[in-house]
C-alpha cells in the first residue's frame, strides 16, 4: 500500500515535519514522528523538510515501465454539433507548445464520419489526427470514448493525454487513467515541460487555492491533465508539412449496461461566459440585490455578459452558470469590467485569460487592482448608473 515509512532509526523526534505538514497527518508520539495515513495526501513536502531523511514516501505498483518508449502529445479532441468544442484548440495550442519543447509530435484523438471533419485539426497544427467511427446509435459516449483513448494509448504509447474538463471530459479522463493505471490532474492552470528530466509539470491550485501546486508523473505514464475551457488562448497553428489523418477502429466493449435514449442540450442561462469577448462582473461590494439590475442593464447596453464572484451565487442573487473562479468558469474576454469585486485568489483564477480588465472598487487597495489593467476607485452603484445614462443617452 501506498504511505509514508518513518525510519525509527533516523527520526530525532526534531517536529520540523509535524510544523511542515499542509494537512495536519503528523504529530510526535514517544519523541519519533507518527504519520496518521487517513489524513496524509502524501504530497512529500515532509521528506523534503526532514532534517535526518528518516522519512520516504512509498507508492504503490510504480510501474517498471520504458519511459522512452511514451512519446507524443495527444489532445482528446471532443466533437460539438458539426465541429469541436473550443477547449480543444485552446489544449491543440498548449499541446503543440508542449509537443514542440519535447521534439515529438502532436496528435488529437477524435470520433467522426469522413476525413474531411479532421480539417480543423489539422490547421490547428496537429501533426496526426486518430479518427474512429462513432458509436452505434444510442451507446453512450463516454465508455466509448474511454475504451477508444485507452486501447489507442495501450497500443500507441503516448507520453501526455490532454482533455478538455467538460462534462464528458471529466468522466472520460479517469476511467482512462483507471484503466492504463496512471495519475491524473484535474483542472490544471499551467503546463510546461521541466527541462532537466522532459517530465510533463502539471499546475493546479490546491489547498482551497490558497497555493500552487506542480504535479509530476513520473512513474507512470501517459501523464494526464484536464484543463477547464478559457484557461488557454486558441491560436491558429497552421497545419504542418505531412499532417494527416489515420483511421482506428472503434473499442471493442462489452455489451452496455445502459443505453441512452436521447440527448438534448438544456437550455442554461449565463452560459455564453466562457466564449464571451465582453463580460461585466459583479461582487458582493454591489451591496443589495436590486442592484444587480443595474449590471444586468449595462451588460445589455453593451451587449456583455454577465459574470459575479461566489457570494452572489450563494446569496441565490445569480445562478451557478454565471460565477467566475477556481469553482466557476475560467473566462478570456477582450473587455473584463469588474465591480465591487475584491480579487480574491480563488476568483482570480478564472479571469487570468482576460485581455483588460477594468476594475472598479471603492477600496484602493483592493486585490483586484493588482491583476486590472485600469483602476477605477470608486462607489460601483454610482459608476454604474453613469455608465447606463451615458450608454443609453448614446442609443438615443
Ligand atoms: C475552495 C474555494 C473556492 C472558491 N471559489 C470561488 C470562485 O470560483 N469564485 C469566486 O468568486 N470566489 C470563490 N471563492 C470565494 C473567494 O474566496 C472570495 O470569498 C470571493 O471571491 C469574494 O467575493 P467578492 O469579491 O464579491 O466579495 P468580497 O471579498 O467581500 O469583496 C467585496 C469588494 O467590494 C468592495 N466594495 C464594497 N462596497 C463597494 C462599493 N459601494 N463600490 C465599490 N466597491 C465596493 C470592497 O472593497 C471589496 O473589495 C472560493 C473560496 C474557496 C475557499
Not at 330 to 352: D, E, N, R, W
Request: net charge negative; aromatic share 4%; hydrophobic share 40%.
Amino acid at each position: 500500500m501506498s504511505g509514508l515509512r518513518i525510519d525509527a532509526e533516523k527520526c530525532v523526534g526534531c517536529g520540523a515535519c509535524v510544523s511542515a505538514c499542509p494537512s495536519g497527518a503528523l504529530k510526535i508520539t514517544d519523541g519519533l514522528a507518527a504519520a496518521d495515513a487517513g489524513a496524509c495526501v502524501l504530497c512529500g513536502i515532509c521528506v523534503d523538510t526532514c532534517p535526518t531523511g528518516a522519512i520516504a514516501v512509498e507508492k504503490e505498483g510504480a510501474q517498471d515501465l520504458d519511459l522512452s518508449a511514451w512519446r507524443d502529445v495527444w489532445v482528446f479532441a471532443q466533437r460539438e454539433g458539426d465541429g469541436f468544442h473550443p477547449v480543444t484548440f485552446e489544449l491543440l495550442t498548449q499541446g503543440r507548445q508542449l509537443a514542440d519543447q519535447l521534439g515529438q509530435r502532436l496528435c488529437a484523438v477524435t470520433v467522426g464520419e469522413g476525413p474531411e471533419e479532421c480539417a480543423p485539426l489539422l490547421d490547428a497544427g496537429c501533426d496526426l489526427v486518430y479518427l474512429c467511427p462513432p458509436p452505434e446509435e444510442g451507446r453512450r459516449l463516454e465508455p466509448f470514448c474511454a475504451g477508444l483513448v485507452a486501447g489507442l494509448a495501450e497500443e500507441r504509447r503516448p507520453g501526455a493525454v490532454l482533455f478538455g474538463a467538460t462534462p464528458l471530459g471529466r468522466s472520460l479522463a479517469p476511467r482512462v487513467a483507471a484503466r492504463l493505471g496512471t495519475g491524473l490532474t484535474a483542472d490544471c492552470t499551467q503546463l510546461d515541460v521541466d527541462r532537466e528530466t522532459g517530465l510533463l509539470r502539471q499546475t493546479r491550485p490546491a489547498f482551497g487555492g490558497n497555493l500552487m501546486a506542480t504535479i509530476v508523473c513520473p512513474h507512470h505514464r501517459p501523464q494526464m491533465a484536464t484543463v477547464r475551457p478559457g484557461v488557454f488562448p486558441a491560436l491558429a497553428g497552421g497545419r504542418r508539412p505531412g499532417a494527416r489523418v489515420e483511421a482506428v477502429e472503434p473499442p471493442v466493449l462489452p455489451p452496455p449496461a445502459t443505453w441512452e435514449l436521447t440527448a438534448a442540450r438544456a437550455a442554461r442561462e449565463g452560459a455564453g461566459l466562457p466564449g464571451a469577448e465582453v463580460i461585466v462582473s459583479v461582487g458582493r461590494g454591489i451591496g443589495v440585490r436590486k442592484n444587480v439590475k443595474l449590471v444586468e442593464r449595462l451588460a445589455q447596453l453593451l451587449g456583455a455578459e454577465v459574470g459575479c464572484s461566489r457570494p452572489l451565487v450563494e446569496a441565490g442573487w445569480l445562478s451557478y452558470d454565471h460565477q467566475i473562479g477556481q469553482t466557476g468558469v475560467s473566462v478570456s474576454p477582450k473587455l473584463l469590467i469588474t465591480f465591487g469585486i475584491s480579487g480574491a485568489i480563488q476568483h482570480l483564477a478564472g479571469i487570468a485569460g482576460a485581455e483588460r480588465i477594468v476594475a472598479v472598487n471603492s477600496d484602493p487597495d483592493a486585490p483586484i487592482f493588482a491583476q486590472a489593467h485600469e483602476a477605477v476607485v470608486g462607489d460601483c452603484v454610482e459608476i454604474l448608473e453613469e455608465m447606463i445614462r451615458a450608454l443609453e443617452g448614446r442609443a438615443d
